[in-house]
């Protein structure tokens, strides 16, 4: 098997301009010497969560935070690194293969061999049943050629997604200490960089010298905190989407006659959903956050699609229901809609339209869940698929026998190993789709729809992105968080992931940092069903889009003329020169991120005034300094009090 | 409704940059003044149909061939067109949007208004209902704004494909009347292309002063005959899927878990299916035309893929297996496999792949096809479609129920307006996928299958492709044929195509022309169910995938190593600058097409003799001539009168 991975391989023409592209590091990596700088203790955000924290992570939990600075930096306590011994590191590709990944694995080679030649990295073949069986393939320029700034993770393959059982752990523990690392960096998602959490605390715990280093990289987005702004192959994901998505479009305003239902790979937060609406600006997306703030049903959903597109199929007359519908999608954050005259002009009748649907959409509808829950909880109790059905509760068996055949089918499917529903293969669009098309015939039967024959077409896009050439941000994030792995490793730290921060502004502005992987846990403290066993264990939990948050708000500003005005833009196909090829995620840019930047600026500011209020200095300044830091102590006080120190599923 | 067409609307960069490239034009149609030179008289390529067609179409059967040159061409016979008076011309899309489509219109635009300034280019809103109807949008620079380099065909719309029934034709003739035009520009494929023909002759016949002149759009790339060597759109369709191909091949083999069925839009041809195979290096394709020379029946198919499936999944000892199967492939060509030996190095199991299916396949499959033509009869004699399935014949019937539910209730669709199958709604790609599951499973339990469990995930990659930005290739071939549209107007032809040829070479050396449409019609002459009433009719039909043609000979040297070796290889996604921006599909750039100019070659060749054979010459030179000339006659006569004279379906 082993022969397949990193044989070189011919490249097209974009391949091979592509694998010629060199990614820039910011000035604080570049030379060969770097000076850290440790911060504070990092705790988890949620207060109540901390105390079950540091218990599971008696050795891990509350390291300070670290910042990688430039050698020339003035910072009184930062420490050079000037020794770097030779050092042999494994790396992984876990869980699914996001645009990016080979970069993580081409910045650390660089920076490895940069520091000592002989150094070496060996890179897991087939992912973690390669670390626990000690298949490995070493890292070296011939090998990294064909695949830098690629797509995928052929280079090294990936299988099973955790590293959890004692055994898996213990196996992952006897493959660092038989091949000798000195670390293993865990390139992943939320449910790969908690193992890696877990496997440094094994570790520390038994004395076994490997550290370990994790690695955000998810096309979901939903690796998201304090520390980390975004995963990489994010961008790359909605890009190709978003392409994808104006096509279809551009494809229903020619014709005219069709309803695109469009499901987005993303798992079950709603980030893709959410970028690639606010990049291609179809007519509706149907957040699963939203759904589950408001607990809609799917008959609700149902609705309010049939009553955009009846609103869309009508003229003027239908103005009130439109802004009826509007409002109703609005008053979720009570925000008043105030451009009806302008809808006056521009709205004239439609029958065609484009609709998005997160894929964890199925889980975010509370009758669905708790179907899906029940299901669940007979597999686990090892009920077989077909039997299931005959053991539902009456209320779950209604619902159940209610959907059609094909869902039916897609909602026995065994959960993933995470007990959450395989997202991917439950076709809610195709559900919502004929739900939509009953109710708008029904409608025109009664004659209160009176438009054209409703024609849905169903896409689900996810596998056709997955593979693709990473954009020019993914390939210098990844790039960058490379380096950033070797600069932990050679700190000696362990339990840490690697984070670049400042994101969104260029390349030569990017803060690279490490933070301890345990304060990005929460716990959870409440559950149905069969994860209940889960419950009070941390872990990195994925980030549902904030609906207070500025790309949230963004959508929601737009979302009334999005619906009815077809102001569909398309953000081309995935360019990598000229226009477009430096543009990042506008989720990513619209928020105001930089926590980092921010710790670090506090951090002055308190020196500042220890150099001010020295001893010696005059009364009136002590007093002034007193009084308002008094003031900001009990504001902040009251600030982090308040918080409920639960976090919600 | 009219309001939304043509409105200026918002564009990304991406967009932005595009709407600022100028094509470019050949030296030819550079300046104001083109000069025409007229060919021999065309005639159909079949001589046997010939007469029928000439006996339909009286007035445009038999026009001369032309040729635009440029002004400065030394070309004895060829006539300057000076005088350019006002003239005012219609244009309309028709059938499915296809990229590009927006540049003819450009195009034709910029070379009336060079010629004359007074001259108006309308455009019919929503296709031939706008034409029927008289709904126009006068094109101006505002209006092509933000349409210039843009994919859809929503600036203008488009709803119906036919202008066939004699109503048709005669609402299409009072628009033109009303509307005084000199002439009407048809954008579309093989069936709008045999409707122009059809409104010329009536035109003619009428006397109705409008001359009708085709062009050659359509993204199947079925257009294809002496006279035309691809269409406008079939470059951007093949370079967007060969890109969602390529990722899904990637991601096959990084997650090695997943055979991915893909089925592509195209229509009846496997034009779009092979380009993608030649780009993208997937592991196998099934070509309808493949299947329909061989008699292939969805069994013989489901084997085929089986055979691959499991030769994938094991090592050395199935070598004979796979060289059996890789040999029934091409003994269809009779061409031996002499690699074996390098297999035994490259191939190591697998239990990934992908597989291209061309939408048309399900009517290429003979007993399937059989099936269609039984239900397609009973629809035409208005049997509804629940009642169908009890009226089929016994096999038919047998075959019907023997297939899974979603197929049948797909089969059941009432037939597209030319007879065919609604094949983007038949999911064939999921009954293979169904029928290899089932088969692998059987031999799993047999003991014949040792591979790991077969996981397959379907897709249609159709919709999300048509709608795209136009690749480099496609608007410059778009905005030329626009050119020569006006070229064939100022000239006073009717019943033309636009061509432009010489296209693998750079634009500089295009040549254009235009060739009367009924030279490229073919006359079928047998068929079976409904669509035999349309025997005997003149059309033009569509070019299937040529088995003796270089692209699939091509295909053919290659299809063991993409079977076995997964040689995937990634064109990336369309770019607009630097590498792949100016490639063009590699069908029309191994094929050796250059018809125009070999017969502009022939005539030189000709008038050469003639020069020099003038009377007064030797009798030697003369009696070299004759005999010459007289084995060269005779050779042409055999070659000729060898064919058979009939176009089989």
Chains 1, 2 share one sequence.
């Not at 604080?28 to 990092?42: F, H, M, P």
């Not at 096509?247 to 993303?266: P, Q």
Request: net charge neutral; hydrophobic share 40%; charged share 20%.
């Amino acid at each position: 098997m082993d022969s397949d991975y990193g044989v070189p391989r011919e490249l097209s023409e974009v391949q091979k301009k592509r694998a010629l592209y060199q990614p820039e590091v910011p000035p604080c990596l570049q030379g060969t010497t770097v000076r850290v700088e440790y911060g504070d203790a990092a705790i988890a955000a949620d207060p109540a969560g901390a105390h079950v924290i540091s218990q599971a992570f008696p050795h891990t939990y509350g390291q300070p935070l670290a910042h990688f600075l430039r050698k020339t930096a003035v910072v009184p306590d930062a420490k050079v690194i000037s020794e770097h011994p030779a050092v042999r590191v494994g790396i992984v590709f876990c869980g699914r293969q996001s645009p990016g990944g080979h970069n993580v694995v081409w910045g650390l080679y660089e920076a490895i061999k940069a520091h000592n030649q002989s150094s070496k990295l060996v890179g897991f073949l087939g992912g973690s049943d390669g670390l626990l069986a000690q298949k490995t393939l070493e890292i070296t320029d011939e090998v990294l050629s064909s695949y830098k700034n690629q797509g995928g993770y052929d280079m090294l393959g990936r299988t099973k997604d955790q590293i959890r059982t004692k055994e898996q752990v213990n196996g992952a523990m006897a493959s660092c200490q038989a091949l000798k690392l000195d670390a293993l960096v865990i390139i992943g998602g939320v449910t790969s960089n908690t193992d890696a959490a877990q496997l440094a605390e094994t570790f520390a715990e038994a004395k076994c010298a490997t550290k370990v280093v994790g690695v955000p990289v998810t096309l979901n987005g939903d690796l998201k905190n304090q520390f980390v702004e975004t995963t990489v192959g994010f961008d790359t994901i909605c890009k190709v989407n978003s392409q994808l998505i104006s096509n279809v479009c551009t494809d229903a305003l020619s014709a005219e006659k069709y309803y695109y239902f469009i499901r987005l790979m993303g798992r079950k937060a709603s980030h893709v959903a959410l970028e690639c609406t606010l990049q291609s600006h179809p007519n509706m997306v149907i957040l699963g956050e939203e759904v589950a703030a408001s607990k809609l049903t799917i008959f609700d959903i149902t609705k309010q699609i049939c009553d955009a597109v009846q609103a869309r199929a009508e003229k003027g007359r239908s103005l009130s229901l439109v802004y009826d519908m509007v409002e109703h999608h609005l008053t979720l954050l009570s925000f008043k809609w105030p451009f009806v005259g302008v809808l006056l002009i521009l709205f004239t009748d439609k029958n065609h339209g484009v609709i998005l649907i997160p894929e964890g959409l199925v889980e975010s509808i509370p009758e669905l869940y708790a179907l899906l829950q029940e299901i669940h909880g007979l597999h686990g109790r090892g009920v077989s698929a077909e039997n299931i059905s005959s053991q539902l509760s009456p209320w779950a068996s209604a619902l159940f026998e209610f959907l059609p055949p094909f869902i039916r089918k897609q909602l026995l499917l065994h959960p993933e190993s995470d007990d959450s529903a395989q997202l991917s293969q439950i076709e809610t669009e195709k559900l919502l789709a004929q739900l939509v098309e009953t109710e708008i015939n029904r409608r025109l039967k009664e004659g209160t729809y009176k438009g054209k024959k409703f024609n849905a077409i169903c896409h689900f896009f996810g596998y056709q992105a997955r593979g693709a050439l990473p954009s020019k941000f993914d390939c210098d994030y990844a790039y960058v968080l490379g380096h950033v792995c070797y600069h932990i490793i050679a700190a000696g730290l362990n339990g840490y992931m690697a984070t670049v921060t400042n994101l969104k502004s260029p390349v030569n502005k990017w803060r690279c940092g490490a933070a301890p992987i345990s304060s990005m846990m929460t716990v959870k403290r409440w559950s149905r069903g069969p994860s209940a066993t889960q419950i009070g264990k941390p872990a990195v939990h994925m980030a549902s889009v904030d609906l207070k948050g500025k790309a949230y708000e963004l959508l929601r500003q737009s979302s009334s003329s999005f619906l009815l005005e077809d102001i569909y833009r398309n953000p081309g196909p995935l360019q990598f020169e000229g226009p477009g090829a430096d543009s990042k995620p506008i989720s990513l840019c619209v928020e105001d991120q930089d926590y980092m930047g921010r710790i670090k600026k506090l951090q002055e500011y308190l020196e500042k005034v220890k150099s001010i209020v020295k001893p010696g200095c005059s009364q009136d300044v002590l007093k002034a300094a007193l009084s308002a830091m008094a003031s900001v102590t009990e504001t902040l006080n009251i600030m982090t009090s308040s918080s409920t120190g639960q976090t919600p599923l």
